[in-house]
């Protein structure tokens, strides 16, 4: 079973940062590929940023210069910096592993979200 554990998020007032963090475990094989995406009220989920096993990252026209996506192959984490927040951040965030199973299984795998609001 694997498992994606989420930290970090909060309130923070327009300009500030915060720091998320995401924990995959249990039977992996290898993972492809970790992310952020978010979802605000009444809108669809979006990617927020995305990092491959080698270091590749893409990222949502929207954050690119505030925010910043890392990887720690060996501890099977990623963490999102997010600097100069804006309202429109607001979101539910959510950590998304692509990644093979113990089994051998590949698959999307979802934390349980984490809350950032943005006040302004």
């Known amino acids: 079973q694997v498992q994606l554990v989420e930290s970090g998020g909060g309130l923070v007032q327009a300009g500030g940062s915060l720091r998320l963090s995401c924990a995959a475990s249990?039977?992996?094989?290898?993972?492809?590929?970790m992310g952020w995406y978010r979802q605000a009220p009444g809108k669809q989920r979006e990617l927020v940023a995305r990092?491959?096993?080698?270091?590749?990252?893409n990222y949502a026209d929207s954050v690119k210069g505030r925010f910043a996506i890392s990887r720690d192959n060996a501890k099977n984490t990623v963490s999102l910096q997010m600097n100069s927040l804006k309202p429109e951040d607001t979101a539910v965030y959510y950590c998304?592993?692509?990644?093979?199973?113990?089994?051998?299984?590949?698959?999307?795998?979802w934390g349980q979200g984490t809350q950032v609001t943005v006040s302004s």
């Open positions: 990092i491959t096993g080698g270091g590749s990252t």
């Open positions: 998304n592993g692509d990644l093979v199973s113990g089994s051998y299984f590949r698959a999307d795998y």
């Open positions: 249990g039977s992996i094989f290898s993972i492809y590929a």
